[in-house]
Each structure stands twice: as C-alpha cells, then as structure tokens.
T-cell receptor, first 112, second 117 residues
Framework: KQEVTQIPAALSVPEGENLVLNCSFT??????LQWFRQDPGKGLTSLLL?????REQTSGRLNASLDKSSGRSTLYIAASQPGDSATYLC???????????FGQGTELSVKP | EAGVTQFPSHSVIEKGQTVTLRCDPI?????LYWYRRVMGKEIKFLLH????????ESGMPNNRFLAERTGGTYSTLKVQPAELEDSGVYFC???????????????FGSGTQLSVL
C-alpha cells in the first residue's frame, strides 16, 4: 500500500533563506507527483507536476525533483519570502487508479 | 474563467442531521473528485466521477455518504445521518484529462468545513 510522508511537519525560516521540503513514498510505481500549496481557508493550488519519466520541474523560485528509485521528491524554494508562508503538500498518482495520495504536509513560516 | 466552486464554505450541524455539499467544477471538466481531510490526518480520496458515472468510489467511508453528479455537471455529496467523525474539510477537484494521463493536473476548490456537534 502506497504511503507518502512529509518531513518536517513544520518549518520556520528567516526571509531570504533557501529551503528544501521533503516527500518520501513507498511504491515507485507512480504516474506523477505534484506539489501543492494551501493557504489558510483556501483550496489547494498546484505548484509543480513531475511526470514519472521526468526528474525535475522548475517554476520561478521553485524547483521540484523526483527520484523514483529512492522514493523521494524535494521541493526547493529559493530566496524565501513571507508570502511563501503556507502549507505545502505533496501528492502522487499511483498506478492503481486516478486518485491522488497525499502526504500530511509541511507548514512553512517565513519570518520577515 | 471561474475555478472550482464549493458551497457552503462552512456547515455546522448536529449529529444525526443531514448535510449536502455541492461542487461546481470548471466548465468542460469531465473528471470530478471528492477528497476530505479530517483533523490531524492527511487528505484522502473519496470518489471520482467521469462525467456522470462513478469511476472509483473506493474511498467512500460507508453507506451514509452518497455522491451524485446528474447530467455530468455539478456534484453533490450528502451525508445522512452525520456522525461526529465526519467532521473535516471536504474538497472537490476537477480536471479535463483522462484518468490515467500522466500530466493530469487537478484544480481544487476551497473546500467545505463540516463540523458535526
């Protein structure tokens, strides 16, 4: 059974710092992996989607990597800003169907 | 273009009552998903519609939950009778792509916060 784990559960950094959020999974048979952002009281916003055949995706200050062999994905945020404060979730689409399997998320706080 | 819309945004009901949640997907999206997050747990899949047909309902917790998508447009999720453990945030998501598309990106609504007292 696929399990997705995100470490750390919470992270606080000063503005301007580069940071890495981690996501691990137990079954490498996946179609894709997505990183989402959730602001309080809001829905989930898709940040990056990495297909199973890809190694990484970049969007602005964000870079996500995928290593299926080790069951890991990382989300790198460069030059963090207070506006980056949110909960970041990774979710993957497994081969057993169209549903996404989510990690518990990392709550990020960027202090001015 | 309007995003995925859910209402109500909040619902507070007593145990044993009935609640109906509604989701309006992005226009033209055939795929519609329901997910929920209960306190302290990760977001979990409930079910998946392709147009008006249930593609996968393996995540529905029990027969107190009934989802419909008449006409393949908006969807409703009814909980009857509600129990305390049903409290949580119910999310709806939609996508225009097929179930097994490796680049299927889901668009989520803001969720309905359900509190059962």
């Amino acid at each position: 059974k696929q399990e997705v784990t995100q470490i750390p559960a919470a992270l606080s950094v000063p503005e301007g710092e580069n940071l890495v959020l981690n996501c691990s999974f137990t079954d490498s048979a996946i179609y894709n992996l997505q990183w989402f952002r959730q602001d309080p009281g809001k829905g989930l916003t898709s940040l990056l989607l990495i297909q199973s055949s890809q190694r990484e995706q970049t969007s602005g200050r964000l870079n996500a990597s995928l290593d299926k062999s080790s069951g890991r994905s990382t989300l790198y945020i460069a030059a963090s800003q207070p506006g980056d404060s949110a909960t970041y979730l990774c979710a993957l689409k497994g081969k057993e169907g169209g549903k996404l399997i989510f990690g518990q998320g990392t709550e990020l706080s960027v202090k001015p | 273009e309007a995003g995925v819309t859910q209402f109500p945004s909040h619902s507070v009901i007593e145990k044993g009552q009935t609640v109906t949640l509604r989701c309006d997907p992005i226009s033209g999206h055939d795929n519609l998903y329901w997910y929920r997050r209960v306190m302290g747990k990760e977001i979990k899949f409930l079910l998946h519609f392709v147009k008006e047909s249930k593609q996968d309902e393996s995540g529905m917790p029990n027969n107190r939950f009934l989802a419909e998508r008449t006409g393949g447009t908006y969807s409703t999720l009814k909980v009857q009778p509600a129990e305390l453990e049903d409290s949580g945030v119910y999310f709806c998501a939609s996508s225009p792509r097929g179930t097994f598309a490796t680049n299927e990106k889901l668009f989520f609504g803001s969720g309905t916060q359900l509190s059962v007292l």
